[in-house]
């Protein structure tokens, strides 16, 4: 059994575990690292940026890691995220994802998207394996549930109070860079956050039968944002505590 890590960037891994990874330039995407976090198989992985990406980059992983006689059991799925609103999750705050929307699958009138007036559901999946109704049946559209803290360790007790936010989160593939757009988001779905990976990290987990657990660093504000609405290098700083805050490292 192995935990898989992942992260859109080399940047974002290696600000993850900066001794493992002192050089983020050289981590290519796509490709495997192995390692022992506290005596257990550990893998890592540069999905690349966007769904596109990280959708193939996990199939990718699944298959490498059966190849070497692995098998993947938890996915951490980290990163930077902009927030619609820097007053409730501020800059540099280390959010937990309970929930992934993907607004982008459905029907489009000419103004929005909705996605079960779409005939064709992402998939079908079988009742009964863990989702039940919660997200509208058995069906998955647009929205998945995602794990909490607790499926990295098997339920083990993690270092003294992790201080994540619990969030919901959208993915996208074009980010918001428009105040209209960010408003018109925010009106519909209400999610806290804006990233471009998380919907088809936790859909690849969710047709492998794997948890799945994302955790985010808020580095901008979604929309148009002024210098003091954003901090990337500040919120790669932060990702260094999300591995020893789940007892991980």
Same mark, same amino acid.
């Given at each position: ?13 290696? &600000? ?48 490498? &890691?059966? +190849?070497? $006689? ?35 699958? $459905? ?9 079960? +007036? ?9 009742? $009964? ?24 360790? $098997? ?95």
């Amino acid at each position: 059994m192995a935990l898989l890590i992942c992260a859109a960037t080399g940047r974002e891994l290696a &600000a993850l575990a900066p001794a493992l990874f002192p050089r983020a330039d050289a981590l290519e995407e796509m490709e495997l690292w192995s390692a022992r976090l506290k005596g257990r198989d550990t893998l890592f992985c540069v999905t690349g940026v966007g769904p596109l990406n990280a959708a193939l980059a996990l199939g990718r992983c699944f298959g490498q &890691a059966g +190849a070497r $006689g692995q098998r993947i059991d938890a996915v951490l799925n980290a990163g930077l995220t902009g927030a619609f609103d820097l007053e409730a999750l501020p800059l540099r705050a280390l959010c937990l994802v309970r929930e992934e929307i993907w607004p982008e699958y $459905g029907l489009h009138d000419g103004r929005a998207v909705t996605a079960k +007036a779409f005939s064709f559901p992402l998939w079908r999946r079988e009742a $009964g394996n863990g989702e039940s109704d919660k997200n509208g049946g058995a069906d998955v559209y647009d929205r998945l549930s995602l794990a909490g803290a607790e499926a990295l360790t $098997g339920g083990a007790p993690r270092s003294g109070g992790d201080g994540f936010v619990p969030c919901r989160s959208l993915t996208v593939a074009g980010v918001s860079a428009s105040f209209a757009r960010a408003r018109d988001l925010w009106n519909r779905y209400h999610a806290e956050l804006e990233n471009m990976e998380g919907f088809a990290v936790a859909y690849a987990c969710a047709r492998a039968g794997v948890p799945c657990v994302e955790i985010r660093s808020v580095s901008n504000k979604v929309g148009p944002r002024t210098k003091e609405e954003k901090d990337f290098p500040g919120a790669l700083q932060a990702l260094d505590a999300v591995l020893p805050s789940l007892n991980l490292l």
